[in-house]
């Protein structure tokens, strides 16, 4: 790195922003972008992005970067095991590379040389001792990162691994709260068809169902039309 940072000045900077996130309204692309932006910065690194885990937790995929390499941002994705990031992600524990060009693990070489890139700090994004993902740090100079920036990056990759999955726990229990009140509300105008056209459950049920694929609307929009309707006539 050409620029020294004091690991303590930086460990303090990028948890105070990241942390700021926890409790701010953005949404989860926002704050990966403020945390490799932040990383980049204290890190005086040229390249910082974070992968994450897909849905089936097979690959891994590039979710944000402060990079403007078209190449480095469409790279494939990585198996779990595969490359250094999968091989963190595996071992769940940092992995440091002092020529990425020159390490036969390593496979974005030819990105590598394009771009400029020497060395290479990778750290697991980790949750109940579990890697759901990896901050990847770049410098434009062989670099060979010492202790106490492995133990700011992995401070900051704790920090950040708690606001990704709180973000996405949030998210899930959203939708499954909407999930709910709209199985109550399709619950409760089944009851206003059963009793007023005398019909059985499912016949209500199957009604709504048509209603909603006749008028091209969500079976909660039918629902709540129907119990509307009811409410109006009194």
Known sequence: MSKKVSPMAGHIEALSKISQAITSDLYLEDILRLIVAVVAQVMNSKICSIMLLDEKKEYLVIRATQSISED???????????????????????????????????????????????????????????????????????????????????????????????????????????????????????????????????????????YSMDKRKSMRHVAEAIIMTKEMRG
């Open 72 to 210: 480095y941002n469409k790279k494939h994705p990585l198996k779990v095991g595969e490359g250094i990031a999968g091989k963190v992600v595996a071992k769940n524990m940092p992995i440091s590379v002092y020529n990425v060009t020159q390490e036969r693990e390593y496979k974005y070489k030819d990105i590598a040389k394009k771009e400029g890139l020497a060395s290479l700090l990778c750290v697991p994004l980790s949750v109940k001792n579990k890697a759901i993902g990896v901050i990847n740090v770049y410098t434009t100079a062989p670099h060979k990162f010492s202790k106490n920036e492995v133990n700011v990056l992995t401070a900051v990759a704790s920090q950040a691994a708690l606001v990704i999955e709180n973000t996405e726990l949030m998210v899930k229990t959203k939708i499954i709260q909407e999930e709910l009140e709209s199985r109550k509300i399709i619950e409760r105008a089944k009851g206003i068809l059963m009793q007023e056209k005398k019909i059985c459950e499912d016949e209500a049920y199957r009604l709504i169902q048509k």
